[in-house]
DNA sequence: TTGTTTAATTGCAATATTACAATTAATAAT
DNA sequence: ATTATTAATTGTAATATTGCAATTAAACAA
């Protein structure tokens, strides 16, 4: 079908999903380390910066504002973009409860 | 078009995105979850686990296979699952690297 | 007001993903 | 050999994602 039967799993699961699926992309991985790099940037800085069309750009960060990872602020004819510290760092420990799982040392079947 | 423009970003970048994907849906999260938990498991268990179709949790144990995040062990007429540790590490400092980058702390446009 | 600049939105085409029924493959059990 | 069990594969339908041209919107500048 092409939609993910989201009503079967626990909050935590469709939310850690949703977080990755934000870096599931690289155009948004890259928007994000350049956002990391100089601290705040326009989205005009992005399309240079990044080599994909405005339009495109746009969306993408439309996507991560929608996740709270990236807010703007307006300045003018220009919208400054930069991390939403608070949310990287709730997201952080969404995803580094996932992510730092361990296996308990003995058993191994494969 | 609905291909992502790979070749424009870096190899680094690339990885992120193709991890982060691998995470991108709840029952990838929930089988990886639920290997951890058990330590290993068979594609029944976690069909019944789940409660998505067996060609539907086989597909996703695929995607997880070719990333190397996960190993199979054919016993029988059984497959046995686990988390292969050692690409699960390389997994974690590569996510690692990005989502624990950090700001200056003084200025913020936003 | 009229242009200029910058970013968002719309519309569309192409490809990717998700899900499952039906089938096939492979091994085990009788 | 036949049957049962388990998982992979195939085929197909539906939805999602990606990318950009064209357009629109909003703020500033002259």
């Known amino acids: 079908m092409g939609l993910a039967k989201t009503e079967i799993f626990t909050d935590q ?3 850690i999903a949703i977080f990755a699926k934000a870096f599931g992309h690289p155009a948004r991985v890259a928007i994000l380390q350049q956002l990391f790099k100089m601290d ?3 989205c005009g800085s992005l399309v240079d ?3 994909l069309a405005q339009p495109t750009i746009s969306q993408h960060l439309k996507e991560l504002r929608n996740l709270g990872l990236v807010k703007g602020n307006v300045e003018g004819t220009s919208v ?3 991390i939403d510290k608070d949310n ?3 997201m952080k420990a969404v995803m580094g409860d996932f992510l730092d799982q361990d296996l308990p040392e003995n058993e191994d079947c494969c």
């Open 13 to 15: 699961q469709n939310q």
């Open 40 to 42: 705040s940037c326009y």
């Open 49 to 51: 910066e990044i080599g």
């Open 80 to 82: 400054c973009y930069c």
């Open 88 to 90: 990287w760092t709730v």
